[in-house]
C-alpha cells in the first residue's frame, strides 16, 4: 500500500533558526496538503500543492511540491516559539482519494 | 459562523461497550470525514460521508460504523470496544469530497478502560 514518511520525526531548534520538514510518498500523488497541530489542539489546514513544482509562501512559511510529484517540503525561516507544534502532510493519489496523513515533524522552539 | 463542532469532549468506556460520537460540520460544508489520533501519531482515515453516504473507508474494522443525516451532521459509532481504540476522534468537514481543504474539529478524546 501506499507510505507516507516525514523527516524528521522531531526537530528542536533555537528562536530564530530555521526549520524544514520533509514529506515523502512512494507513489504519485494528485495532491498534498500541510496542517499544523499545536499540543493539546487539532490539525488546522496550512496549504494545498498541485502543480508540479509548485511552490507557494505564506510570510515565513514556504511550501514547494517535488517535480516528479512524490515528495514536498515546508520550510519556516526564522522560527518563533508560535511555531511550535507538529506539521502534517496529508496525500492524495488521486483527486477522490482517501486522505492518508503522515506520521508528523514536531517542532520545538528554545527561546 | 461556527466551525466544526464535536461532542462530547471527553469519554471514558469500558471494554465491550458501545459509543457514539457526533460532528456538526463548518457552515456551507456538505462532507465529514472522520479520524482516528493515537498519542504521538497522524491521524488515520475511518471513512467519508457525503449525501447520506459513506463513499470512502480506511482500513477500520466493520465495528466502526457512521451515519450523515440530512442536516450534514455525522454520528460515528464503534461497537465492542477495545483498550486499543482510546485515541482522539477527529471530525472534519469539506465543501466536496474532492480536493478542498478540511477543517477539524477539536476531536473528542475517548478512552477504554
Known amino acids: 500500500g501506499q507510505q507516507v514518511m516525514q523527516i524528521p520525526q522531531y526537530q528542536h531548534v533555537q528562536e530564530g533558526e530555521d526549520f524544514t520538514t520533509y514529506c515523502n510518498s512512494s507513489?504519485?500523488?494528485?495532491?498534498i496538503q500541510w496542517y499544523k497541530q499545536r499540543p493539546g489542539g487539532h490539525p488546522v489546514f496550512l496549504i494545498q500543492l498541485v502543480k508540479s513544482g509548485e511552490v507557494k509562501k505564506q510570510k515565513r512559511l514556504t511550501f514547494q511540491f517535488g517535480e516528479a510529484k512524490k515528495n514536498s517540503s515546508l520550510h519556516i525561516t526564522a522560527t518563533q516559539t508560535t511555531d511550535v507544534g507538529t506539521y502534517f502532510c496529508a496525500v492524495r493519489k488521486t483527486s477522490y482519494d482517501k486522505v492518508i496523513f503522515g506520521p508528523g515533524t514536531s517542532l520545538s522552539v528554545i527561546p | 459562523d461556527a466551525g466544526v463542532t464535536q461532542s462530547p469532549t471527553h469519554l471514558i468506556k469500558t471494554r465491550g461497550q458501545q459509543v457514539t460520537l457526533r460532528c456538526s460540520p463548518k457552515s456551507g460544508h456538505d462532507t465529514v470525514s472522520w479520524y482516528q489520533q493515537a498519542l504521538g501519531q497522524g491521524p488515520h482515515f475511518i471513512f467519508q460521508y457525503y449525501e447520506e453516504e459513506e463513499r470512502q473507508r480506511g482500513n477500520f474494522p466493520d465495528r466502526f460504523s457512521g451515519h450523515q443525516f440530512p442536516n450534514y451532521s455525522s454520528e460515528l459509532n464503534v461497537n465492542a470496544l477495545l483498550l486499543g481504540d482510546s485515541a482522539l476522534y477527529l471530525c472534519a468537514s469539506s465543501y466536496r469530497t474532492g480536493t478542498y481543504e478540511q477543517y477539524f474539529g477539536p476531536g473528542t478524546r475517548l478512552t477504554v478502560t
Open positions: 507513489t504519485t500523488l494528485s495532491n
